[in-house]
């Protein structure tokens, strides 16, 4: 969980934090858990990214969570506060899917989205 007195930009389901631990004990490497960020780019603006994590990074939020491990990229928080992270199996596809309240759009094939980064005086005071 986020520390004491400090919000969570993200949450994970059940499924979610499952797939996470399991990416983590099956890597190639000494993995601590998965980074989560955004990038520019597909036909909506933006992607999100995920890499396996072997040192956490200065600023990186951390959110642990049914032994899941999540490190937050700093550049990205804004415009993940909020967003529920899922891992979803169905007869076509299986993948992370993120329910993010700053997606503005996305594209048909959902691989991109179009984000606003969310009100900074939102943020819950603790």
Request: aromatic share 6%; hydrophobic share 40%.
């Amino acid at each position: 969980m986020a520390s004491a007195g400090k919000f969570q930009v993200m949450t994970m389901t059940d499924s979610a934090a499952e797939r996470v631990r399991e990416l983590v004990e099956n890597a190639d490497k000494d993995a601590i858990g998965l980074r989560v960020g955004i990038k520019k780019g597909g036909c909506a603006g933006m992607e999100y990214t995920m890499d396996l994590v072997e040192d956490a990074k200065p600023g990186d939020d951390v959110i642990e969570d049914r032994g899941a491990k999540l490190f937050i990229d700093p550049s990205a928080v804004l415009f993940l506060l909020g967003t529920e992270m899922d891992f979803e199996v169905t007869k076509f596809r299986s993948g992370f899917v993120f329910k993010n309240p700053n997606e503005v759009s996305a594209c048909g094939c959902g691989e991109s989205v179009s984000l606003q980064a969310a009100d900074e005086g939102a943020l819950p005071l603790n």
